[in-house]
């Protein structure tokens, strides 16, 4: 049994889809970026912080998942947009062309903390402004990355995808399950995946993971 640290209820869906036994417990931290801050350690600090604060929270009896997703182009990141105006120019800034979205995860637990993070390259067809203000209208961007859901009618945006589908909605499922199995954390249904050792940027606090 693990905590997820999220009020997502995209990571929820897919920690449940790999059958990973959870109880959801989620966590207000400040995700305001450091100036400066890369994106992908934006990610990944903030993941650390969901952990963290739900280990915190909890009297620290059970490991915790914590995530952070963000969408980067131009050297920026998009985290979810604050209102209309915001939502409008982020999917104005990724009509036609190429991003990247980073999704962190970490997992606090006795030892430490343990990290994994997908990058998913994501390329957008040209969006009409007319369709960005109605997609706004439908609600579907307000709690999303870059102002865009992939597994939602943002999925008509979406001319290529190079990376995690599940990286984009919020829990890389590949990437989760190595985490998890290294802490011996297994899907319900048993078994350990083999552990070759491609990560991308993750680290472990006592052994290198
Ligand atoms: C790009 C993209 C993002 N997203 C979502 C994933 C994340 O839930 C959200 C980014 O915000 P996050 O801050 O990563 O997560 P959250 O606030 O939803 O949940 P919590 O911090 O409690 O764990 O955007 C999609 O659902 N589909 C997409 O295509």
Known sequence: MILLASASPRRRELLHQIGI???VHPVAVDETPRSGEDPARYAA???????AAGRAATG???????ADTVVSIDGLILGKPAHREQALEMLARLS?????VYTAVAL???AGVDETCSTTRVTLAELDPGVM?????SGEPADKAGAYGIQG???????HLEGSYSGVVGLPLFETGR???????HPVWGGTPTADSESCGGRSSDDGY
């Open 108 to 110: 606090a637990h006795a």
């Open 96 to 100: 036609g062309r190429v991003h990247v």
């Open 179 to 185: 985490l998890l199995a290294h802490r011996g954390i």
């Open 45 to 51: 600090r903030l993941a650390r912080t969901k952990a």
């Open 133 to 137: 203000a109605a997609y706004w209208d």
């Open 153 to 159: 009618r943002g999925g008509l945006f979406v001319r």
């Open 60 to 66: 620290g009896g059970l490991p915790v998942l914590g």
């Open 21 to 23: 036994p959870h109880r």
